[in-house]
């Protein structure tokens, strides 16, 4: 594989560059160069900025309002993106639910919901992972009932989500549901859409190590969901699960996010002291673990690029999906294990007090910079990365199942 950019593949990155130099807006850049997280509020304005460029999905098909764009170039997007510190863009919109609408949805459900997750007017959330239903996830027990009266066919829902992301905030959530309790626990699985505002949701918050609301409960209780919202046929949903965790697997791997932060972790060697008085790039041990993850990221992003590609020609995500997960998720660790050692005594414990470091216009030492105030959230916000989304014993069961025929 030919790593170097061909003259139109830079021409597109310089395209790129200036448009998130003209465009990103001062005060979440400012953010994102002093180590502070990013609000929802900032993640809606991006994504709505993205959209009038005609840049809201870059992997969607161009018929349902995507880019177009080959794998090479939303490589160099995500990229871009993640040098500059831009918002994220979120995922359970536009990469996880959007392609299972796109495959497996009705015309009247393409019609309607596709639009408003690409023009940020929907924020959607996921609910998967039940207490006792995270990595076996066919366990499930949220049932759903249909039933018929004047208002029309419905389902009845009741029962418990657990480890969702930013539902707080969500104007839907995709569920899966039992709605058959015969045969293969699989196949008594339905996929629903439910909107948010629906009596009977409750939200709960968890509290995470990092000190945020990252992640909640969601309860329903006797909540009623028209069966028009479901997609695809009913137990059929576990099929049309699986196909949504490939392609949130792959999204894990997060290329673009890593290369930035290895970026920041070199820049921070150079700067801090190692106990024999010179900078921690000059230590051939932390050396050797700096180069040794950047291998590896390396190597992952070329699996990335031929994951991508291979999308791009209407193949689901396969294993190999499970093969980023899994490097994906140990890299980003790995590089907020090194910055935390790096910065030795100044790892600040707690998000909230790096934060308010953050918000300094001065460095607080010559090695301290205030973007490295929020480095210690990082790490721990990350310990979760090898758990969601399919934990890594379940990501080499898969690997071994399918690949290696074990």
């Known amino acids: ?5 061909s003259p139109e593949e830079q021409k597109f990155r310089d395209e790129v560059r200036s448009f998130i130099n003209a465009k990103l807006p001062a005060d979440i850049r400012d953010r ?15 994504q709505k900025i993205l959209f009038e460029k005609g840049w809201g999905a870059s992997s969607w098909p161009e018929e349902f309002g995507g880019t177009g764009w080959n ?3 939303r490589h ?4 871009e993106c993640a040098e500059a510190g831009t918002p994220m863009q979120l995922p359970f919109g536009l990469k996880m639910v959007a392609p299972v609408i796109m495959r497996f949805g009705n015309a009247a459900q393409k019609a309607y919901y ?12 996921q609910g998967y992972s039940e207490p006792g239903a995270g990595s076996d996830l066919a366990s499930l027990k949220t049932r759903a009932v249909r039933g018929t009266d004047a208002e029309g066919e419905h389902y009845i829902v009741n029962g418990q989500k657990t ?9 839907w959530i995709f569920c899966l549901v039992r709605t058959s309790t015969e045969g293969r626990q699989q196949e008594g699985i339905s996929f629903l859409l439910i909107n948010m505002k629906t009596p009977g949701i409750t939200v709960k918050p968890i509290i995470m190590l990092d000190g945020e609301h990252e992640v909640n409960e969601v309860w329903f209780d006797n909540v009623r969901v028209p069966v028009e919202n479901r997609i695809g046929e009913e137990n059929k949903g576990w099929t049309y699960a699986k196909f949504l965790l490939g392609h949130e697997r792959t999204g894990i791997a997060g290329v673009g996010r890593s290369k930035s932060a290895l970026r920041r972790l070199k820049a921070l060697a150079r700067r801090q002291l190692g106990d024999n008085g010179k900078p921690l790039i000059e230590d ?11 291998m590896e990221l390396m190597a992952l992003e070329i699996t990335n690029l031929k994951v991508i590609s291979a999308e791009g020609k209407q193949h689901a995500p396969g294993p190999e999906a499970s093969m980023l997960k899994i490097k994906g998720s140990e890299i980003q660790q790995m590089l907020t294990e090194l910055c935390m050692q790096a910065l030795g005594p100044y790892a600040l414990p707690w998000l909230h007090d790096g934060q308010d470091l953050a918000g300094s216009s001065q460095p607080l030492t010559e090695a301290f910079a205030p973007r490295d105030a929020g480095i210690s959230g990082s790490y721990f916000n990350v310990r979760k990365t090898t758990i969601y989304g399919g934990s890594t014993e379940v990501q080499k069961n898969i690997i071994s199942q399918m690949i290696l025929g074990l």
Not at 284 to 294: G, H, K, N, T
């Open 1 to 5: 594989m030919n790593l170097d950019y």
């Open 32 to 46: 994102a160069q002093t180590g502070q997280r990013g609000s929802h509020e900032d993640i809606i304005r991006w």
């Open 71 to 73: 794998a090479v170039q």
């Open 76 to 79: 160099i997007f995500d990229d």
């Open 114 to 125: 596709l639009p408003r997750i690409i023009s940020a007017q929907d924020w959607w959330c």
């Open 163 to 171: 480890w969702n992301t930013l539902g707080q905030y969500a104007d």
């Open 284 to 294: 051939s041990r932390f050396r050797d673990r700096i180069a040794q993850v950047e």
